[in-house]
């Protein structure tokens, strides 16, 4: 199992720029979300999802898209980047029901906005 | 709001001294509580989890432990080694399986 993947692990835009940030996971998990983490701080909830179809809002979610057509992808769309999202994206995935040992985390995707 | 918080921002200990973490919470319906471990240019990883029904768990070299009454978790390390130096998050889960995390410690292992 490769677990979660994230692609692709570096990225420089500029201002203005859209693109999409790639997550799979090969676990037959329900559940994913996207967190950002900038420098010195925790993890932010982005968006999430319950499964294929449904799709959420979590703390920070302006300036974001997600979908999720299948139940092994998990894409993050950012529609016009700004330096404000310049941060490390994870993407992590877990099953549904407790006690589930948490989610499983990406290695990461690391944006800069300039 | 809710929130995850963590005392100490910055742990350092001896190499072979026990370490302890702390982290507050504020969210008293939340029942399942995880500690995360995050070494440099990676991912957090679970280290070790706890429900709310329980007071302490263990595994190997970490201990967590619950105290529901003020609100707090701690996380032991026995015998701290090197490859323990990283920076480590609690996280509880709230409504809908959706974690929310802490500010982090980092942890770091004298010689």
């Known amino acids: 199992n490769a677990g979660v993947t994230q692609t692709p692990k570096f990225q420089v835009l500029k201002t203005g720029q859209s693109m999409t940030l790639q997550c799979a996971q090969d676990m037959n998990h329900e559940y994913m979300s996207w967190y950002r983490q900038d420098p010195g701080m925790g993890l932010r909830l982005i968006h999430y999802?319950?499964?294929?179809?449904?799709?959420d809002q979590g703390e920070v979610p302006n300036g974001y898209n997600v979908s999720r057509s299948t139940t092994e992808d998990f894409p993050l769309r950012l529609l016009s980047a700004a330096p404000s999202q310049t941060s490390v994206y994870f993407c992590a995935s877990t099953r549904a029901g407790l006690p589930n040992y948490g989610y499983t985390f990406g290695s990461g995707t690391r944006l800069t906005v300039v | 709001g809710e929130s995850v918080g963590l005392h100490l921002p910055t742990l350092s200990v001896q190499e072979g001294d026990n370490s302890i973490i702390n982290c507050a919470y504020s969210n008293s319906a939340s029942d399942y509580f995880i500690w995360y471990k995050q070494e440099s240019g990676k991912g957090p990883q679970f280290i070790i989890d706890i429900r709310s029904n329980m007071d302490k768990r263990q595994g190997q070299r970490v201990t967590v432990l619950l105290n529901k009454t003020v609100k707090h978790l701690s996380l032991q390390i026995a015998a701290t080694q090197p490859g323990d130096s990283a920076v480590y998050f609690c996280?509880?889960?709230?409504?809908?399986?959706?974690?929310?995390f802490g500010g982090g410690t980092r942890l770091m292992v004298k010689p």
């Open positions: 999802s319950v499964g294929a179809g449904i799709t």
């Open positions: 996280a509880e889960y709230n409504a809908g399986n959706m974690l929310t």
